[in-house]
């Protein structure tokens, strides 16, 4: 797709009008998150509307977001290890963990709105999201039976292990999307259930609700945001001012990392869980969410809206998100930060990044996706019954085209 950038380096035309994805972290089978699939606005060069019927193009923009934020979750798992010996470490951990998942999954939020319980959405929703959560479920807890030497490891599709629960809080986003689009005031609705979930320790560990509903809100501010809202946040003074509160931000991570837990950003406990008082829970849940939006908006005011070299690599970032996680657990059961000093080092600090980003890059790329198709967008189309509509459908369409 291409955009018209102004002098001083942000876009003046909107952002196209969000369409449902045709794939998830998504993949380009369940239609959010990490590698959603992003379609020009119609009559846009490329878009439905476009002379010659050409493809539809995906978004620059959404992919350059997605490739972004993913190459800072692998930086993050890598620094987790470095937290304990380096202030500095931990401080750039929390800022980075305020906002590269709330950043995928206002993406998810936005790119689900036409969302409805129509059979082929919900296939691809299976598709998508269902079966990569199970064959991944299942893969994570033999590799960490056999990395860990732990054959006591038990399977459970009730217990997410380790990234697996984003793929569970999608499933169940998506299908409340419905109920958001019809309630009055749905984003302080949201807020208020992950307040409540903040403070209630009975909730347990099925499903990874802690997170499914301590994450909701910013899945439900997705749904509600505009072409208009994105376009703000690429004006060149939010662009300037992002600057500024980005250092504040990592002065006050490194006034708090010696006096706060990081657990907090990681949304999957209670206040009382984290032996906090009762009441920091709907406290902590409000400031996290503001900390973190202002955060996400100035990572998408320096995302490129332009064709990038890692553009394409945007569409396979549930690849890079659920295959870099055999690594970062397997550099842990390995010992491999205990047994080499010098990554604790500022030096090895860096080598560990550059790694980190290196190999969750390699894992987005076409090859990588051609490979492990089978298990992020299998077809399965023996699974399921022909709809009726959308034979017809698809009968008007090749009828109207002939």
């Not at 490329?46 to 995906?58: E, F, I, N």
């Not at 470095?82 to 206002?106: G, K, N, Q, W």
């Not at 703000?232 to 600057?243: D, K, T």
């Not at 399965?380 to 008007?396: L, P, S």
Request: proline share 8%; hydrophobic share 50%.
């Amino acid at each position: 797709m291409t955009h018209s950038l102004s002098p001083h380096g942000y876009q003046r035309t909107p952002l196209p009008p969000a369409r449902e994805s045709a794939g998830p972290p998504t993949t380009p089978a369940a239609g959010n998150g990490p590698s959603a699939d992003h379609r020009g606005a119609p009559g846009a060069k490329g878009g439905p509307g476009a002379k010659g019927g050409r493809p539809k193009q995906r978004d620059a923009f959404f992919d350059n977001a997605k490739y972004l934020a993913i190459v800072l979750v692998a930086m993050g798992h890598s620094w987790e290890p470095l937290t304990d010996d380096s202030r500095a470490a931990e401080a750039l951990y929390m800022v980075v963990y305020s906002f590269h998942m709330p950043a995928f999954i206002i993406i998810s939020g936005y790119f689900s709105r036409s969302f409805d319980m129509r059979p082929d959405r919900l296939r691809r929703l299976i598709t998508g999201i269902a079966v990569p959560y199970v064959l991944f479920e299942v893969a994570y807890t033999f590799f960490k039976r056999w990395a860990d030497d732990d054959p006591g490891q038990p399977f459970s599709l009730l217990d997410p292990w380790y990234l697996t629960w984003f793929l569970v809080a999608l499933f169940v986003w998506r299908l409340s999307t419905p109920l958001w689009k019809v309630v009055r005031w749905p984003l302080p609705l949201a807020l208020a259930v992950a307040a409540l979930a903040s403070v209630s320790p009975d909730i347990g560990d099925d499903l990874d609700l802690q997170r499914v509903l301590q994450f909701l809100p910013f899945f439900v501010i997705g749904l509600i945001m505009k072409p208009e809202h994105f376009q703000l946040m690429r004006r060149r003074e939010v662009r300037i001012l992002s600057v500024p509160i980005l250092a504040v931000a990592l002065a006050v991570a490194y006034w708090a990392a010696p006096r706060m837990s990081s657990a907090w950003f990681y949304h999957r406990d209670s206040a009382q869980e984290l032996t906090a008082p009762w009441w920091s829970g709907p406290i902590m849940t409000f400031a996290l969410f503001g900390c973190s939006m202002v955060l996400v908006a100035c990572f998408f005011a320096w995302v490129p809206r332009r064709h990038m070299w890692f553009t394409v690599l945007g569409a396979g970032t549930l690849y890079g998100y659920l295959l870099h996680g055999f690594l970062a657990k397997g550099s842990r059961f390995w010992g491999w930060f205990e047994d080499y000093a010098w990554l604790h080092t500022p030096l090895g600090a860096i080598v560990v990044t550059l790694i980190a980003g290196t190999v969750v890059t390699v894992l987005c790329t076409p090859p990588v996706q051609r490979m492990f198709r089978f298990a992020m967008e299998p077809r399965m189309e023996w699974a399921f019954k022909r709809d009726a509509a959308e034979i017809a459908r698809n009968r008007a369409k090749a009828a109207k085209s002939a």
